[in-house]
């Protein structure tokens, strides 16, 4: 199994930024779609951010366009998210995902999930 690790959620106030890492163990990822969900309380979990196995293509979600950055490294088998420009409406936990199919499956469903990270964003 892949088993996926994230780190640096935190308190932040608007406007501020965090890096999230995610460290994967089991299995190397090189071949596998990652990408980046979040929870906020009482709502159901969205995508937020996605990237296929060579990194050359990314999608975001229409709310995190312009502020979000995904990356991977494939030699450290790690996915980040560099988030910037931080709003409350961001508050929410983060879930490190990978998926070795598709890249729509990776946006909607997909395989494997970290424990996750929160962020809280202040006003």
């Known amino acids: 199994q892949v088993q996926l690790v994230e780190s640096g959620g935190g308190f932040v106030h608007t406007g501020g930024s965090l890096r999230l890492s995610c460290a994967a163990s089991?299995?190397?990822?090189?071949?596998?779609?990652l990408g980046w969900f979040r929870q906020a309380p009482g709502k159901e979990r969205e995508f937020v951010a996605g990237?296929?196995?060579?990194?050359?293509?990314?999608n975001y979600a229409d709310s995190v366009k312009g502020r979000f950055t995904i990356s991977r490294d494939n030699a450290e088998n790690a996915v980040f998210l560099q988030m910037n420009s931080l709003t409350p409406e961001d508050t929410a936990v983060y879930y490190c995902?990978?998926?070795?199919?598709?890249?729509?499956?990776?946006?909607?469903?997909?395989?494997?999930w970290g424990q996750g990270t929160p962020v809280t964003v202040s006003s």
């Open positions: 089991g299995r190397t990822l090189s071949a596998y779609n």
């Open positions: 990237i296929n196995w060579t990194g050359d293509y990314t």
């Open positions: 995902t990978a998926d070795p199919g598709g890249f729509r499956q990776m946006m909607s469903r997909p395989a494997y």
